[in-house]
């Protein structure tokens, strides 16, 4: 059976060693490729499934999609507590080793300045989330029973409206300010589009979808920040998650922040 | 020489099963994009990002497609009390033209009796 070599990352060199157990997409072991003081982290994958026809086919299918990106991942979360990767878009696909140095070759120039921009440095993701139910539920006891006529009917309606345009223009005050202090923390930051409950399964909605880009010895005090803030508004929930490898600053367009 | 010692401990991942939604936004719409020998990369992982999108839809994205579910409830938006004010107008103004159809048509039944009476007394 043929095999392709399907590349996760780019780093400097490294001396630890990785989790012994580490394997990735399809449970292939993990290798290391290095060339002009670059090293691509890469498995073999049968071309059978990442092929140039089966591959277009697989992205189609989410369950498959899901899997892939799963062990995706695996492989950079594991590569980021050893050292700082930049990590490649899934399905980076390539032939044979010959094929990954000649990409190590071409593209060197930009991946070692790209290397430098996230040197020493992980991500980390700050989500807000507005909650109105959670927000009215114990202000509103009446709201379960009958209005006891037309009138009162339409002032628990005005009240609710109310407290939901509150929360709304408390939400956005409360997600720039803590955008503001974070970015202040920050080597840089980007704005992701906030999420659709459907596929993230959480409650409320999504205000603000931010990624910092915070040095490792930093990070202690930026996600104190972030804790600090947890309870501090009600009806609004703050969520982080990381440390994420610097997936969103692997653009090389600078510090370009991305639309809401 | 940076080491991962003074990380603190995952936040958001807890068993390896962050959010799905956090990993595909990463993993396929971020990350480096280097052509491979497979070149598929690019333009097929765009269609599909694209795709994903109508799953991972913004606010505004779910708008323009329609989704707007929120709007539709009166405590979460202006925009439905504004219509649930319009649909009562709507309710009342239908509702004054049936009655005013009712009394037309009461009227006109008087009309043609008066005129049978003015009929019988012509005889």
């Not at chain 1, 990735?24 to 092929?51: I, M, N, T, W, Y």
């Not at chain 1, 927000?135 to 939901?164: F, H, N, V, W």
């Not at chain 1, 202690?220 to 309870?231: I, S």
């Amino acid at each position: 059976m043929n095999e392709l070599r399907y590349v996760y990352a780019v780093c400097r060199p490294f001396e630890a060693a990785l989790q012994a157990d580490l394997v990735g997409v399809g449970g292939a072991p993990l290798k290391q490729l290095e060339h002009g003081g670059l090293v691509a982290v890469l498995s073999r994958v049968p071309e059978a499934d990442f092929g140039y026809e089966p591959l277009r086919a697989h992205l189609e299918d989410l369950d498959w999609l899901t899997a892939t990106a799963r062990a995706h991942q695996a492989v950079i979360a594991a590569l980021t507590t050893v050292t700082c990767p930049l990590p490649l878009r899934l399905g980076t696909v390539f032939r044979d080793d010959s094929g990954v140095r000649t990409m190590l070759e071409d593209e060197g120039d930009q991946l070692r300045e790209l290397l430098a921009r996230i040197d020493g440095c992980v991500e980390w993701g700050v989500k807000v989330y507005a909650e109105p139910e959670a927000q009215q539920a114990p202000s509103e006891p009446a709201a379960a029973g009958q209005a006891a006529s037309g009138r009162d009917y339409l002032r628990m309606r005005r009240t609710r409206q109310q407290g939901a345009d509150r929360l709304w223009a408390r939400a956005d005050s409360f997600a720039q300010e803590l955008h503001t202090d974070l970015t202040a923390r920050a080597a840089a930051t980007r704005l992701h589009r906030p999420q659709n409950p459907e596929l993230s399964r959480a409650t409320g909605r999504n205000i603000l979808n931010g990624a910092y880009l915070v040095g490792r010895s930093q990070s202690e005090e930026f996600v104190e920040c972030v804790e600090r803030t947890k309870d501090q508004e009600p009806g609004l929930r703050v969520e982080l998650t990381g440390p994420w490898a610097a997936y969103s600053f692997s653009d090389p367009n600078g510090d370009e922040e991305e639309a809401w | 020489m940076t080491t991962a010692s003074r990380l603190p401990d995952p936040y958001g991942q807890s068993g390896g099963s962050a959010n799905l939604a956090d990993i595909l936004e990463r993993v396929l719409d971020k990350g480096v994009v280097i052509a491979g020998d497979i070149r598929i990369n690019l333009l097929d992982i765009e269609l599909l990002t694209i795709k994903l999108r109508l799953i991972v839809a913004s606010v505004d994205k779910a708008r323009e497609m329609g989704i707007d579910w929120w709007e539709d409830d009166p405590s979460l938006s202006t925009g439905a009390r504004r219509r649930e004010v319009d649909r009562r107008q709507s309710d009342l103004t239908r509702e004054n033209e049936q009655l005013q159809a009712r009394i037309a048509e009461l009227e006109a039944g008087q009309g043609t009796r008066g005129r049978r009476k003015e009929k019988a007394s012509d005889e």
